[in-house]
């Protein structure tokens, strides 16, 4: 288990377990609207099916590893990974089958990860809703860091896992940057806020969501009606993904997607069960 998966159980399980407001009949209010909001963020990430996309895993082949549509990277100039902690082998995987450069985000790690045969131009400095330095670290918008390394007329590739800062992060972006980015996997953190959905219901304008997998690190009972408090997510851009009408929706779920901890029981939506 990777230093950074034990940080976001233990951040998740600080939120999930926040003291509740109680309210008339001493049923907690707080919980109550954490329900809510975990029903419909269920309803929100329900997956569809694509006519054109060919999954492949890229990374690890556990944690660390996300999901692609492999046929649907056709003009990526740039791809952007933010979260690096020890390695990037996602980054690692694209930039050797695109021969583009990744751009890595992480400004609370000391490593600086290699990959034989790709290019990796590491920056030290994080993603966040605005352009600030905390105790020294520096953070900027996912639109400012692209606007200076991303071309300008190509498309692009983001990969995502930043331990909860994604929501304010991509709140902060723009449409028209979030036009431009034709796949996002990602991680997400969380079950409980409101902005959480909010930001799904935002991306799914844009998007749609063609992976849905529940890390095994982060299974509780806390999070239900969903099986855990962390899910990694493939987002496809609308422009190039084409819906298929007689598709499942949910899509049932990919065998190439695999638990992030092997030795730890699973717990996925029995909706999508593997196929």
Not at 172 to 195: N, Y
Not at 241 to 260: C, F, K, T, V, Y
Request: hydrophobic share 35%.
């Amino acid at each position: 288990m990777k230093q950074k998966t034990r940080r976001i159980v233990a951040s998740l399980a600080v939120i999930a377990g926040g003291v509740a407001a109680y309210g008339p009949g001493l049923f907690p209010v707080r919980v109550t609207r954490a329900r809510q909001v975990r029903e419909a963020l269920l309803d929100e990430l329900k997956t569809v099916t694509l006519k054109n996309c060919t999954l492949k895993r890229y990374g690890g082949a556990n944690d660390g590893g996300y999901l692609m549509c492999e046929n649907l990277t056709g003009g990526v100039q740039a791809a952007f990974s933010y979260g690096i902690d020890t390695e990037d082998n996602w980054g690692c995987d694209v930039s050797r089958q695109l021969a583009v450069p990744i751009h890595q985000y992480d400004c609370f790690t000391p490593h600086r990860p290699t990959c034989d045969g790709g290019r990796f131009v590491f920056h030290d400095e994080c993603v966040g809703a605005k352009a600030e330095t905390v105790d020294g670290h520096r953070f900027d918008t996912i639109a400012s860091q692209i606007a200076r390394h991303g071309d300008s007329n190509g498309a692009w590739l983001v990969k995502i896992d930043i331990e909860g800062a994604e929501w304010d992060s991509l709140m902060a972006t723009s449409d028209v940057v979030l036009d431009r980015i034709v796949q996002m996997p990602m991680e997400l953190h969380g079950t409980d806020q409101r902005k959480f959905l909010e930001v799904v219901r935002r991306l799914r304008r844009q998007f749609y969501l063609v992976n849905l997998h529940f890390n095994n690190f982060s299974c509780s009972p806390e999070a239900a009606p969903l099986p855990g408090l962390a899910y990694q997510v493939l987002w496809v851009n609308k422009r190039i993904g084409e819906l298929d009408p007689n598709g499942a929706s949910p899509a049932l779920m990919s065998r190439l997607n695999a638990p992030d901890g092997p030795n730890h029981p699973d717990c996925q939506l029995s909706q999508n069960a593997a196929q």
